[in-house]
């Protein structure tokens, strides 16, 4: 008897090892699962074929296309509508699945003077320059500017 309860307790605990084992495989492939994250706005082309350029205005565009997602920072002759889809997997850095800029031009009257469209493959990489600015002044060490100021002090009477 006492050898049979001995046996039943060995399969429980093999059982919960095999539970434990399944649990733990379900969340590490579940964290491999992609997270797709879509940011910006991207007009329908169907309402995109409707703005004609040297015809439609100002406030055709914003009645077919909504409000830009930004406009031009010199001057609010640009608007850009932009929509970006982005893949994240686990721990990684996202990455870029599909981007899309669509910049509407407008000429001084206010209607519409060029339509255009960018993609990621028109992008082009920026290096970051990170130089140091020089500055006046010593450089002191940790003990120069412990010890430096011992005899400098005045008593203050004059």
Same mark, same amino acid.
């Given at each position: 008897m006492l050898r049979f309860i001995t046996c039943r307790n060995i399969g429980r605990s093999v /059982?919960?090892?095999r539970n434990l084992v399944l649990v733990a495989a379900v969340a590490v492939l579940s964290g491999c699962t992609p997270v797709i994250t879509v940011h910006g706005q $991207? #007009? =329908?082309?169907d309402d995109l074929e409707l703005i004609e350029v040297r015809i439609s205005t *100002? *406030? =055709?565009? @914003?009645? *077919? /296309?909504? +409000? #830009?997602s930004t406009s031009s920072v010199f001057s609010d002759n640009v608007w850009y509508y932009y929509t970006e889809t982005t893949e994240t997997i686990a721990f990684f850095d996202p990455e870029v699945k599909k981007r899309k800029i669509i910049a509407i031009v407008? $000429? #001084? =009257? !206010? *209607?519409? =003077?060029?339509? $255009? +469209?960018?993609? @990621? $493959?028109? !992008?082009? #990489?920026? @290096? /970051?320059v990170s130089r140091i600015t020089p500055t006046a002044g010593n450089e002191l060490t940790f003990f120069q500017q412990l010890f430096g100021n011992i005899g400098r002090f005045t008593t203050g009477v004059q």
């Open positions: /059982l919960a090892w $991207a #007009p =329908d082309s *100002r *406030r =055709d565009v @914003e009645k *077919r /296309l909504g +409000t #830009p407008f $000429a #001084p =009257d !206010g *209607r519409v =003077d060029n339509i $255009a +469209t960018y993609t @990621e $493959a028109d !992008g082009k #990489p920026v @290096e /970051l």
